[in-house]
Nanobody, 123 residues
Framework: QVQLVESGGGLVQAGGSLRLSCAASGRTFIFYTMGWFRQAPGKEREFVAAIEWTAGNTVYADSVKGRFTISRDNPKNTVYLQMNSLKPEDTALYYC????????????????WGQGTQVTVSS
């Protein structure tokens, strides 16, 4: 069973940076895609970024392109989300997720989820 544990959230001023981590365990992730999603109060959960575990191919939401970078450390079974130039609208609970197969931007395609880590960006 896949287990995902996020960390690295916090409070930061607009224009600042944070790096989120997702420690994955429970199986081999060779054929998996790892993703980051976020959910702000009163809004639906939305896609942020995804990365193929083996090939390293990445996909980003338009709202974060050029500011966020997803990466993975295979030996450590850890996925990262480097967030730069943060904006107040980036404030949300950020979730790590996993799915078998190629990247997807759809929440329903991801079968395993972490508990989330809060990111708050002050103006």
């Amino acid at each position: 069973q896949v287990q995902l544990v996020e960390s690295g959230g916090g409070l930061v001023q607009a224009g600042g940076s944070l790096r989120l981590s997702c420690a994955a365990s429970g199986r081999t992730f060779i054929f998996y895609t790892m993703g980051w999603f976020r959910q702000a109060p009163g809004k639906e959960r939305e896609f942020v970024a995804a990365i193929e575990w083996t090939a390293g191919n990445t996909v980003y939401a338009d709202s974060v392109k050029g500011r966020f970078t997803i990466s993975r450390d295979n030996p450590k079974n850890t996925v990262y989300l480097q967030m730069n130039s943060l904006k107040p609208e980036d404030t949300a609970l950020y979730y790590c997720a996993a799915k078998r197969g190629p990247p997807s931007t759809r929440t329903v395609d991801f079968g395993s989820w972490g508990q989330g880590t809060q990111v708050t960006v002050s103006s």
